[in-house]
């Protein structure tokens, strides 16, 4: 291909993705999700993030500080089928996945779906339940789809995984296996809000509708519609190079038991490309990998136990990928 054929169908993709209704779209269901989310918008940037790089997100931090909200904002603001599933110790993966149950008037049985057959399923405190309950999620994270009896059922699209934790040093948590983690494609934190942000959530929390009173701004085919355009976006080889290069370093650092998976720099590659659409752009930056590889990285990593430290693991993780990102050179 000559460059300026090349040239030409960059141009055509650009304004393809760059219409103003796309940009207008985005730009008010980022705007629904700040209306009750206050404070800082990084959280909110990120969701977004996901469900365009039709990932799914891991919410962790303390409690009372909007994990949940969050999610559930996001699900009120797209008209979708929305399902919630409070993990518990006693939940069992049937509650999850849906059971099949036998029929006498017809002498056979009949698959009931579970809560799992939804748009968007948050997982609201995910690790309060057991190893086996969680592992129900495994195949539909990773493959959309759930087997029961042996028989195959395809999930909903677009299909996405919101799941909220507490931190694994609280009381009552199972720590997630890493096979479980490496589905997520980002894992972020709400943090404490500033003192203006918490003023805002004082002030807002006189009025009793909340996120109820959000109304939907994108309907399912819509954020399906999105999914496929940030496919479109440009990643130029030298940025491909980078990305290889973090992972390699991340599987190589002597401080890591366990490196990024291959699934990992995939979601970096896509999330990267999500994150350039949301900024009104056809095109990757390093620095759209650079904001992104802390998130997308440091629950998929695995601290060495002969890395001691006074930080939590998930400190430890993410002070050494910053480390990475600080020794690999950018590319031009």
Not at 91 to 99: C, F, N, Q, R, T
Not at 126 to 153: G, W
Not at 255 to 272: C, D, E, I, N, Y
Not at 290 to 318: C, M
């Amino acid at each position: 291909m000559n460059k300026g054929t090349a040239a030409g169908e960059a141009r055509a993709t650009r304004e393809f993705i760059a219409t103003p209704e796309l940009r207008q779209n985005l730009h008010r269901l980022e705007q629904a999700l700040r209306h009750v989310i206050r404070g800082e918008g990084e959280p909110v940037r990120l969701a977004l993030v996901a469900l365009l790089a039709e990932g799914h997100l891991l919410i962790e931090d303390v409690p009372g500080v909007g994990k949940t909200t969050l999610a559930h904002a996001l699900a009120r603001s797209i008209d979708c089928q929305f399902q919630r599933v409070q993990f518990t110790s006693d939940l069992l993966p049937s509650d999850v996945i849906g059971i099949s149950v036998y029929n006498q008037h017809r002498d056979s049985f009949e698959f009931k779906p579970g809560p799992v057959f939804a748009n968007i399923l948050l997982a609201d405190e995910i690790n309060r339940t057991t190893p086996k309950t969680q592992s129900a999620l495994l195949e539909a994270m990773n493959e959309r789809q759930v087997t029961v009896d042996n028989h195959t059922y395809r999930l909903p699209e677009p299909f996405m995984v919101i799941a909220t934790q507490n931190p694994i040093e609280h009381h009552g948590t199972y720590p997630l296996p890493e096979s479980q983690l490496d589905r997520f494609a980002m894992r972020i934190r709400m943090g404490y809000p500033g003192w203006q942000g918490e003023r805002e959530i004082l002030r807002a929390s006189q009025h009793r509708d909340g996120v109820n009173a959000l109304e939907p701004v994108a309907h399912a085919e819509q954020i399906h519609q999105w999914q496929d355009v940030v496919r479109q976006i440009t990643v130029e080889d030298s940025l491909l190079d980078y990305v290889l290069g973090l992972v390699a370093k991340t599987r190589e650092h002597e401080h890591l038991a366990l490196g990024v998976s291959p699934r990992g720099a995939q979601s970096l590659f896509r999330a990267a490309q999500a994150l350039a659409l949301l900024e009104g752009r056809d095109y990757t930056i390093p620095d759209d990998f650079k904001r992104l590889a802390v998130p997308v990285f440091a629950h998929r990593v695995v601290v060495s136990t002969r890395y001691a430290s006074t930080l939590k693991k998930a400190d430890q993780a993410e002070a050494i990928l910053r480390d990475i990102l600080a020794s690999t050179e950018v590319p031009l």
